[in-house]
């Protein structure tokens, strides 16, 4: 059941999603509301599955690193009955997958994956999802840099340190 959220509960909402990092102090301060009463919100919103995790947006190319991500558009038959739910459940209990949503357009699943190295993600698309029933066809894209994640913009200037791709 969806919850309708009132004033300030949305505006200790935005905060957070700007910035999960802030005490219920600080947050009393910016959304102008007591200590006590953001703190309640902040409790109940948790406890209601709204508010799930707080995370850190880490820019991974001021790090060495030798994984790949890729966006994998997936074209899905639904199953009957159950809708584009069933499928989209068994693609994302793979470890390998970041994020999957459901998505109006040429294609209905937008799938993030990371995996060690190129040749990796493709076995995983070809080898499991692929052979989910309901899966008629994927197109991977590989994930060249990140300019903007989250409403967060990364640099746009200087070199990236990944190596070129050859196909």
Known sequence: M????GTEELK????????GLLTNG????????????????RADLEAAG???KYR???????????GVNALIQVKVTPAQ???????????????????????????????????????????FVADKLATIEGVNHTSTNFLLK????SGDMFSVSGKTHRLPMMI
């Open 2 to 5: 969806l919850k309708t959220l």
């Open 12 to 19: 200790v909402l935005n905060a957070l999603g700007d910035n």
């Open 26 to 41: 600080e947050l009393s301060t910016l959304v102008k509301l007591d200590e006590k009463q953001v703190a309640q919100i």
């Open 50 to 52: 709204i508010i799930l």
């Open 56 to 66: 850190a947006i880490i820019n991974w190319e001021k790090i060495e690193s030798s």
């Open 81 to 123: 009955g159950q809708g584009y739910d069933e499928v989209a459940r068994k693609v994302a209990a793979f470890p390998e997958v970041r994020t999957c949503l459901l998505v109006s357009g040429s294609f209905d699943l937008l799938v993030e994956v990371d995996g060690p190295s190129l040749r990796d993600v493709a076995f």
């Open 146 to 149: 990140r300019y903007k994640q």
